[in-house]
């Protein structure tokens, strides 16, 4: 019944976004409205093809292999034997910000993602917990709409990523995603959007916004949790490593340009500062209420 869900959600999604470019391309005639038409079928398919790969790019992140990262195997491996799903692929992020997230079409295309800074703070317990709420967003069959609408959302905002490189800065976008390990003087010449994206993302940033807030909920990221916890075996481990994620995320906000804001719906915790544009892109529910439904489900009263 989920995957159903999922698959009409996507088709919905696409859909909409087909009938916009439709509509854009009628609005300029005849010739306009085939135009539209092929410019809709190609980016409608292309965001649903590469949608993993897109969102794995804005991280910068890279394939680990069970040399470089053995415990992160051990433990994604025993999770997924637990949760009866095929072993996803794994990737990590040059992020100094603890965050992790899920991405793919099905149980067989996902990838799980962390970023060094996550694997960094966190222990074991609590890294199990957090794997264990990302398999459950596969197994719950979350990913292919969250995966689509990211795709989408982030071809609704390229035009602005085009922006990015009319003004000077740094051009490694994992060394931008490293900012934590600089200082925080350089950090913050960087944070802010160029005046040409800033402009492109008030135009663009809304639509892309409506794509993901009609693909994700906040129920979702409080099931992944209670379907992570059970997995896991560990609730308090989970809600302790949300807290140390929050921590890490309002210390190193992710600036948010048009790439990132586009997959920040897929990350266990929201990667921005709640001002701005990000606030158009804040799908997360309270870390808070997060935690205290996990403590709960621990056995825990307040």
Same mark, same amino acid.
């Given at each position: 019944?989920?995957?159903?869900?999922? +698959?009409?959600?996507?088709?919905?999604?696409?859909?909409?976004?087909?009938? $916009?470019?439709?509509?854009?391309? @009628?609005?300029?005639?005849?010739?306009?409205?085939?135009?539209?038409?092929?410019?809709?079928?190609?980016?409608? @398919?292309?965001?649903?093809? %590469?949608?993993?790969?897109?969102?794995?790019?804005?991280?910068? $992140?890279?394939?680990?292999?069970?040399?470089?990262?053995?415990?992160?195997?051990?433990?994604?491996?025993?999770?997924?034997?637990?949760?009866?799903?095929?072993?996803?692929? !794994?990737?990590?992020?040059?992020?100094?910000?603890?965050?992790?997230?899920?991405? +793919?079409?099905?149980? =067989?295309?996902?990838?799980? %993602?962390?970023?060094?800074? &996550?694997?960094?703070?966190?222990?074991?317990? /609590?890294?199990?917990?957090?794997?264990?709420?990302?398999?459950? *967003?596969?197994?719950? *069959?979350?990913?292919?709409?969250?995966?689509?609408?990211? #795709?989408?959302?982030?071809?609704?905002?390229?035009?602005?990523?085009?922006?990015?490189?009319? =003004?000077?800065?740094?051009?490694?976008?994992?060394?931008?995603?490293?900012?934590?390990?600089?200082?925080?003087?350089?950090?913050?010449?960087?944070?802010?959007?160029?005046?040409?994206?800033?402009?492109?993302?008030?135009?663009?940033?809304?639509?892309?916004?409506?794509?993901?807030?009609?693909?994700?909920?906040?129920?979702?990221?409080?099931?992944?949790?209670?379907?992570?916890?059970?997995?896991?075996?560990?609730?308090?481990?989970?809600?302790?490593?949300?807290?140390?994620?929050?921590?890490?995320?309002? /210390? &190193? $906000? !992710?600036?948010?340009?048009?790439?990132?804001?586009?997959?920040?719906?897929?990350?266990?915790?929201?990667?921005?500062?709640?001002?701005?544009?990000?606030?158009?892109?804040?799908? *997360?529910?309270?870390? #808070?209420?997060?935690?205290?439904?996990?403590?709960?489900?621990?056995?825990?009263?307040?």
């Amino acid at each position: 019944m989920a995957g159903a869900v999922a +698959g009409l959600l996507t088709a919905v999604l696409l859909l909409i976004a087909g009938a $916009a470019l439709i509509g854009v391309g @009628v609005a300029g005639g005849g010739g306009g409205a085939v135009a539209g038409i092929l410019v809709a079928v190609l980016l409608t @398919v292309a965001a649903g093809a %590469c949608c993993d790969r897109l969102a794995l790019s804005a991280m910068a $992140a890279r394939p680990v292999s069970e040399v470089e990262q053995p415990e992160l195997y051990r433990l994604v491996r025993d999770l997924s034997k637990a949760s009866r799903l095929p072993v996803p692929r !794994l990737y990590v992020s040059p992020a100094e910000q603890p965050n992790s997230f899920t991405v +793919g079409r099905s149980a =067989r295309t996902a990838t799980v %993602c962390c970023t060094e800074g &996550l694997l960094r703070v966190l222990d074991e317990a /609590e890294l199990r917990g957090v794997l264990g709420h990302e398999l459950a *967003h596969v197994s719950g *069959h979350d990913i292919l709409a969250s995966s689509v609408s990211a #795709g989408l959302a982030t071809v609704i905002t390229f035009p602005a990523g085009l922006g990015r490189l009319l =003004r000077p800065g740094p051009g490694d976008p994992g060394a931008v995603l490293a900012a934590g390990a600089v200082p925080a003087t350089v950090r913050a010449a960087h944070s802010g959007l160029g005046g040409l994206e800033a402009l492109l993302m008030l135009v663009l940033g809304p639509a892309a916004a409506l794509v993901i807030r009609l693909a994700v909920t906040q129920e979702r990221e409080y099931q992944a949790d209670a379907a992570g916890a059970l997995v896991s075996g560990d609730p308090v481990a989970l809600a302790s490593a949300l807290r140390k994620i929050d921590d890490g995320t309002a /210390e &190193l $906000a !992710l600036a948010p340009d048009g790439r990132r804001t586009s997959v920040g719906h897929l990350m266990i915790s929201s990667p921005f500062r709640p001002e701005g544009f990000a606030r158009l892109f804040l799908t *997360h529910p309270p870390v #808070g209420e997060r935690v205290r439904r996990l403590e709960a489900l621990a056995g825990y009263r307040r």
